[in-house]
């Protein structure tokens, strides 16, 4: 069985932390993402991480975690669990937190 890699942009998140002067000023962050498979996906796991200095760091509690449960029919906002079918397009919702253990990080604006 080979398994497909649905890879999301988070642009979304990127934008909410470099509005913020610091990381640990942002409490949390949301994200919506429309997303239309090329394949039938059986499941899909949620990939969050910083990378500084080189360093990918995960996102504690969210990195890895199934992400099933965070997608919704695009036509009409139904939950639409896994597997997900090719060509139908797809909402991915979810909020992840910005805990206090995060180091703190300066955006250069």
């Known amino acids: 069985m080979t398994k497909a890699i649905v890879t999301l942009a988070v642009c979304a998140l990127l934008v909410a932390l470099a509005s913020a002067t610091r990381v640990n000023e942002c409490k949390s ?48 906002g139904s939950p639409a669990p896994c597997p997900l079918k090719k060509g139908v397009e797809y909402v991915y919702k979810n909020e992840f937190p910005i805990l206090p253990v995060y180091p703190t990080v300066s955006f250069l604006q």
């Open 29 to 76: 962050v949301q994200i919506v993402q429309r997303f239309t498979p090329n394949r039938d996906v059986q499941s899909i796991k949620t990939a969050v991480y910083a990378t500084i200095l080189g360093v990918p760091l995960p996102f504690i509690g969210v990195d890895g975690t199934d992400a099933c449960g965070k997608v919704f029919n695009a036509a009409d």
